[in-house]
C-alpha cells in the first residue's frame, strides 16, 4: 500500500509538536551561535581554588554568588568615580581649554548619550560575544550600563596606568588616587581583569576608547594603541622582556585575556611554522594508535642523565631539549600566576583555537611532575621560583592531569618526541642503567664518596704494605 501523501497525514499530536518545536527551536539557536566566552568547567574549578572567581572586582554582565561579596562592593564605587571623572571633563590628557588642578589639561566632557548610543548599536554583536548559558535574560539597558561603566573603567584604569608610568601627564590627581598608588591593589586588579568570566568584547572596549579619544581631540589612529595600555598594565604579573613588540596589531583579539596572552605566543608559532609540523602526526603513534604526551618525570629524566637548564631571556613557552639537556624558561608560581594560566588553559579549552599553546605548556609541566622531588629538582635548577609549598605545587599539576583529555602534543611535539627517544635508548641499554644505578646508589652523597676514597687510599695502603713486607723477605742478600 502506497505511503500517504503529505497533505493527507493527520496532524501530529501536541506532545510531538511541542518536541518538533522544541527542537528546532534548538537548532536554530546552535545555527546562530559564535560565541567567544564560555563558563569555566566545573572539573577545571576544582583544580585550583578561586582561581577563576574575582577577589576585588567583577566586570561584565555574568552573575554569580560572589557578586554579593563585600569586597566587590567597593570597587563598584571606583568604577562611578572613574566614570565620573569622564563625564565631568576631567580627562587627563591635552586639550587648549586651561589648566585643572592636577596639572593636566581639560577635554570637552564626554556624553554619557554618545557611550549609550554606541552600546545600543553593538547590543546584538555583544550578546553574541557570550556564551547562551552565560543567562543574560538582562533588558538591553542593563546590558548598556554594564558595558558603559565597566568599559569606562577599564579604559581609564589602563591609560592613567600608562600615563603614570611612562609619560608626563601624570599630575598630582593621578598620583594620588587610591588605586593606582597601591601596588597590592594593582596587582589584584591584574589578576581579576584577567579571568575568563570577567571579559569584555575588545570590541565594546575599542568603541568606548575611540570616543575617550575623540572628546580628547586625540586622533585615534595616532594614540597609543588599547592593546599596548593593556600590555603595558598586564605585564608585572608574568614579566616579558618587550611585551608590547610582541603584539600582532592584524590579529583580531577577543578581550584582555586574548590579548595578553597572545604576546607569549610569537616566538613560538614562528618556531612551529618553521618546523612544519604535521597536526595529524603529532596525535598517532606509528601504529595508529593515539600518543600521549609521556615526557618522563623529572626524577626520572634526572636518573637518565638528562641535565636541566634555567633558560634565561627566552619566551615562557620556549623550551627546547638537546646535547642531553632540556631547556626551560624560568616560571614563577604564586597564587597569581597559577590563576592566570589556568584561565589562559580555559580560554583555549573553550573556543577553537588552532593552537593550544598554554594547554600544551601546562600539559608538560604535569608530566615532568609527579612527586614533591620532581618540584625539589626544578626548584634546585631555579627553573621553578616557587611562592607555594612543593607538596602543593605537585597536588596541583597532577590535579590538572585529570582535567586535561586531549593529549595532542601541540607545539612541543618535536622537543617531547626526542626525550622520550632519548628515554628509550638509555632503558634499553642495560650497561647504562646499571652504571647510573651504581652512581646514583654509591655516589648519592659527599660523604659517601669520601668515604668510597678513604677506603680507596687504605686499600693502597695495605697493598702497599704488603709489598714491601713480602719484598724485605724474598730480597736477595
Not at 565620573?84 to 580627562?91: A, F, H, K, M
Not at 642523565?305 to 620556549?318: A, I, M, P, S, T
Request: hydrophobic share 40%; proline share 6%.
Amino acid at each position: 500500500m502506497p505511503p500517504p501523501d503529505d497533505d493527507n497525514k493527520p496532524p501530529l499530536p501536541d506532545d510531538v509538536s511541542g518536541a518538533k518545536d522544541f527542537i528546532a527551536g534548538m537548532l536554530a539557536s546552535n545555527e546562530k551561535s559564535s560565541w567567544t566566552i564560555d563558563m569555566v568547567p566545573r572539573n577545571w574549578r576544582d583544580v585550583h581554588k578561586n582561581a577563576f572567581l574575582p577577589e576585588m572586582i567583577r566586570i561584565g554582565p555574568f552573575r554569580a554568588d560572589y557578586e554579593l561579596d563585600n569586597r566587590l562592593w567597593v570597587m563598584e564605587q571606583h568604577k562611578v568615580r572613574f566614570l565620573n571623572r569622564l563625564l565631568g571633563g576631567e580627562l587627563l590628557h591635552v586639550h587648549e581649554r586651561g589648566e585643572d588642578d592636577d596639572g593636566g589639561r581639560v577635554a570637552e566632557a564626554l556624553r554619557l548619550d554618545d557611550l549609550l548610543e554606541a552600546m545600543h548599536r553593538l547590543e546584538p554583536k555583544t550578546r553574541a560575544f557570550y556564551s547562551e548559558r552565560y543567562d543574560l535574560p538582562y533588558s538591553n539597558a542593563v546590558l548598556m550600563k554594564t558595558m558603559v561603566v565597566d568599559g569606562c573603567f577599564v579604559i581609564e584604569l589602563l591609560r592613567l596606568y600608562y600615563d603614570l608610568l611612562l609619560t608626563e601627564f601624570a599630575g598630582k590627581a593621578i598620583k594620588d588616587d587610591p588605586i593606582l598608588t597601591k601596588p597590592q591593589i594593582l596587582t589584584t586588579l591584574r589578576r581579576d581583569l584577567l579571568l575568563l568570566e570577567n571579559q569584555l568584547p575588545f570590541f565594546v572596549l575599542e568603541k568606548l576608547y575611540e570616543l575617550i579619544n575623540k572628546k580628547n581631540n586625540i586622533d585615534h589612529q595616532q594614540a597609543v594603541p588599547l592593546e599596548e595600555l593593556a600590555v603595558t598594565f598586564f605585564d608585572p604579573l608574568l614579566p616579558q622582556k618587550n611585551a608590547a613588540s610582541k603584539l600582532d596589531p592584524k590579529r583580531p583579539k577577543d578581550h584582555l585575556l586574548d590579548v595578553f596572552r597572545s604576546t607569549f605566543l610569537k616566538s613560538v608559532s614562528e618556531k612551529v611554522h618553521n618546523k612544519g609540523k604535521n597536526q595529524v602526526e603529532s596525535r598517532l603513534n606509528p601504529n595508529g594508535s593515539m600518543r600521549g604526551i609521556v615526557l618522563h618525570f623529572a626524577s626520572k629524566l634526572q636518573e637518565a642523565g638528562v641535565q636541566f637548564e634555567k633558560w634565561k631571556d627566552h619566551d615562557l613557552l620556549d623550551i627546547e631539549f638537546g646535547r642531553r639537556t632540556l631547556r626551560v624558561p624560568p616560571l614563577s608560581l604564586n597564587d597569581y600566576t597559577i590563576s592566570l594560566l589556568l584561565n589562559f588553559v580555559g580560554y583555549e579549552l573553550s573556543v577553537d583555537h588552532p593552537e593550544p599553546f598554554f594547554t600544551n605548556y601546562l600539559m608538560f609541566w604535569e608530566s615532568l611532575v609527579n612527586s614533591p622531588r620532581d618540584v625539589q629538582i626544578l626548584c634546585k635548577h631555579r627553573i621553578i621560583n616557587n611562592m607555594e609549598s612543593e607538596k602543593e605545587v605537585a597536588e596541583l599539576l597532577m590535579r590538572c592531569r585529570e582535567v586535561i583529555y586531549d593529549r595532542n602534543l601541540g607545539y612541543l611535539y618535536y622537543e617531547i618526541k626526542d626525550v622520550n627517544d632519548y628515554c628509550e635508548r638509555y632503558y634499553d641499554s642495560k650497561y647504562r642503567v646499571w652504571w647510573r644505578s651504581l652512581i646514583r646508589e654509591r655516589f648519592s652523597s659527599p660523604w659517601t664518596c669520601l668515604s668510597l676514597f678513604a677506603a680507596i687510599i687504605l686499600l693502597l695502603l695495605t697493598l702497599l704494605q704488603t709489598f714491601y713486607a713480602m719484598y724485605a723477605y724474598y730480597r736477595p742478600h
